[in-house]
């Protein structure tokens, strides 16, 4: 990697991006509006179809599953977004818009700690990166220390996957709100108002989700159990596939800290890789998240001008003769997270590669 090249192709990529948003907006445009819009319209719809008819148990959970991979939808398309201050530049109406993870039982302010000051900012370093931690049962770098447990890990990580959402609703955003065992969070005073916001969004979501199903609609307790926590392991395991293949994959770099790199365009680019970019599917249901490397690069801006975004960083990328990384499938990417998962977990695990040049 040359001097110039640090230099240049950062400039260049700013330039092209910036040239293409002349006469555009950065947030949201028709077709972000169209997901707003569809997405809350079919979990509403989904929700208030528990209630219309004296379903049986299969009915019932059916209709329940159905609801819940609405809410992942609204996660991956409009929570992600929100939180990120990518949909509106009105800063009342984006605010409110964050509330959609509190509204499906994940806190929002947690979320913004962990996921935009922390994995943001650190991407694959321990230690920084709460993503990388997996709080001890999964070891994905070479700089977090092994168990013998880890040796199955490529075996159990999708149980694991399966109770992500089921933890962060249950447990971890209590966990690391009230704890302080996480580095962005060490020296964190939380708002009062972040206190209300935890404590009433959770009852909201635990009445609505549990409480209302049972006592209301008198489905028995043990089938509304049943079906919460299947529901929270599909949507969980569909989640964790789409975000592990972004960043946990063979041929990802895992820095032991922020001097590994200078440029942070670089160090998105060595730690990050895209899949089925030229998808239409995967366009529309993933939220963007398939276009990672410009989602890192331009976290600000609305997803559904990632597909443009991408182009324009690959094109560049090429010319520059700068690495970009991008895998045709999710399947393609998925085969190289279960393999470094493998690796991971064996007793000598392989060194942490060198950053891409």
């Not at 049986?56 to 609405?70: D, E, K, M, P, R």
Request: aromatic fraction near 16%; charged fraction near 20%; include cysteine.
């Amino acid at each position: 990697m040359t001097a110039a090249n640090a230099v240049d192709f950062p400039a260049l990529v700013r330039d092209r991006v910036e040239r293409y948003f002349a006469g555009r907006s950065k947030k949201a445009d028709r077709l972000m509006k169209a997901k707003v819009f569809l997405g809350f319209g079919a979990a509403a719809f989904t929700y208030a179809a528990l209630y219309a008819n004296a379903w049986n148990a299969w009915q019932f959970s059916t209709i329940y599953l159905v609801h819940g991979l609405t809410q992942l939808f609204l996660l991956l398309n409009i929570a992600h977004d929100g939180n990120h201050g990518a949909v509106f530049q009105n800063r009342r109406w984006g605010k409110l818009l964050n509330y959609t993870f509190d509204l499906f039982g994940i806190n929002s302010y947690m979320w913004r700690i962990l996921h935009n000051r922390g994995h943001h900012q650190n991407i694959n370093m321990p230690g920084d990166d709460e993503d990388v931690l997996a709080r001890g049962f999964l070891r994905f770098s070479p700089e977090v220390p092994r168990h013998p447990l880890h040796r199955l890990q490529h075996v159990y990580a999708w149980v694991v996957y399966g109770l992500s959402t089921f933890d962060y609703v249950i447990l971890k955003d209590w966990l690391y709100f009230f704890g302080r065992g996480y580095k962005p969070i060490l020296k964190t005073k939380h708002p009062p108002s972040e206190y209300l916001a935890l404590f009433g969004f959770k009852a909201l979501y635990y009445t609505y989700m549990l409480a209302l199903p049972i006592f209301v609609l008198k489905q028995p307790w043990p089938v509304v159990i049943a079906i919460f926590v299947a529901t929270h392991f599909v949507i969980g395991l569909i989640a964790q596939f789409i975000f592990q293949t972004t960043h946990i994959v063979e041929d990802s770099y895992f820095p032991r800290g922020k001097s590994d790199y200078d440029v942070y365009v670089y160090h998105v680019l060595a730690t990050t890789a895209d899949y089925s970019t030229e998808s239409r599917a995967a366009e529309w249901l993933m939220g963007g998240l398939n276009h990672h490397v410009v989602h890192h690069l331009f976290p600000t801006v609305c997803h559904t001008h990632y597909p443009a975004l991408t182009r324009i960083m690959r094109e560049t990328a090429r010319e520059c003769g700068v690495v970009y990384r991008e895998n045709r499938t999710l399947w393609r990417a998925l085969g190289l997270h279960y393999r470094w998962l493998k690796r991971m977990g064996e007793p000598v695990a392989p060194a942490a590669r060198p950053i891409a040049s």
